[in-house]
T-cell receptor, first 115, second 114 residues
Framework: AQKITQTQPGMFVQEKEAVTLDCTYDTSDQSYGLFWYKQPSSGEMIFLIYQGSYDEQNATEGRYSLNFQKARKSANLVISASQLGDSAMYFCAMREGRSSYKLIFGSGTRLLVRP | ETGVTQTPRHLVMGMTNKKSLKCEQHLGHNAMYWYKQSAKKPLELMFVYNFKEQTENNSVPSRFSPECPNSSHLFLHLHTLQPEDSALYLC?????????????FGPGTRLTVL
C-alpha cells in the first residue's frame, strides 16, 4: 500500500502568487515525521520543512509552511510569493516512528513558476 | 565546503563493466544512505549504514555492492548491470535519527547502462 501520495504530477503558478502542493500519508504509528524536499534540475534533494506528528502548530520556514491536518492525514506544502527559482520537483516524505532511519517518499510534484 | 559530494556526476557503462560510485560527507554524520531515483517512480531506499554497519538492505540485487569504510565515505560498486538500472543514484547522510533529524543529500550520479 502506498504510504505517501502526491496526486498532482504537475502544477503551474504565477510568479509572486502562493501555491499549495498536496500530500497525504498513511500510517498506523502514533509517532511519525513528515518532510518536504525540493529537487531542482541539478538533482540534489534540498530539505525544506519538517512537521512532527505531535507538533500542535503548523511548521513554517520562511516562505514555506506546512498545512498539517492530522485527522485527514494530509501535510500540504504552501509556498508563498512564488519565485522563478521555485520551479523544481517537490517531494513529500515520511518517517515512521521516532528513530527510524527510513524515509518513504511520494512520487513528487513538478512545479513550474511562470513569469 | 559542500556537505555531501558524489562522484562521478555522470556515468555511462556497458553491461559487462565494473564501476564504483563514491559519496563523501563533511557534516560529521554517522548514517549514510544510497537511494535510487528512476523516472516516474518514487525515490527508493537501497542501503543504510550506521556507524559503518549496514542496517538496511532493501532487497537490492547483488549486482549492487555497497561499501562503507568509515562514517564519512560510502561507495556503491556496480557490476553486470542491466539497462533498467539506469537512474539517478543519490547518496545522503544524517545524524543519529532523532525525531526532527533530516537527511542531507548529495547531487547524485546520473547512471546510464547501455
Amino acid at each position: 500500500a502506498q504510504k505517501i501520495t502526491q496526486t498532482q504530477p504537475g502544477m503551474f503558478v504565477q510568479e509572486k502568487e502562493a501555491v499549495t502542493l498536496d500530500c497525504t500519508y498513511d500510517t498506523s504509528d502514533q509517532s511519525y515525521g513528515l518532510f518536504w524536499y525540493k529537487q531542482p534540475s541539478s538533482g540534489e534533494m534540498i530539505f525544506l520543512i519538517y512537521q512532527g506528528s505531535y507538533d500542535e502548530q503548523n511548521a513554517t520556514e520562511g516562505r514555506y509552511s506546512l498545512n498539517f491536518q492530522k485527522a485527514r492525514k494530509s501535510a500540504n506544502l504552501v509556498i508563498s510569493a512564488s519565485q522563478l527559482g521555485d520551479s523544481a520537483m517537490y517531494f513529500c516524505a515520511m518517517r515512521e516512528g521516532r528513530s527510524s532511519y527510513k524515509l518513504i517518499f511520494g512520487s513528487g510534484t513538478r512545479l513550474l513558476v511562470r513569469p | 565546503e559542500t556537505g555531501v559530494t558524489q562522484t562521478p556526476r555522470h556515468l555511462v557503462m556497458g553491461m559487462t563493466n565494473k564501476k564504483s560510485l563514491k559519496c563523501e560527507q563533511h557534516l560529521g554524520h554517522n548514517a549514510m544512505y544510497w537511494y535510487k531515483q528512476s523516472a516516474k517512480k518514487p525515490l527508493e531506499l537501497m542501503f543504510v549504514y550506521n556507524f559503518k554497519e549496514q542496517t538496511e538492505n532493501n532487497s537490492v540485487p547483488s549486482r549492487f555492492s555497497p561499501e562503507c569504510p568509515n562514517s564519512s565515505h560510502l561507495f556503491l560498486h556496480l557490476h553486470t548491470l542491466q539497462p533498467e538500472d539506469s537512474a539517478l543514484y543519490l547518496c545522503a547522510s544524517s545524524p543519529p535519527q532523532r525525531e526532527k533529524d533530516t537527511q542531507y543529500f548529495g547531487p547524485g550520479t546520473r547512471l546510464t547502462v547501455l
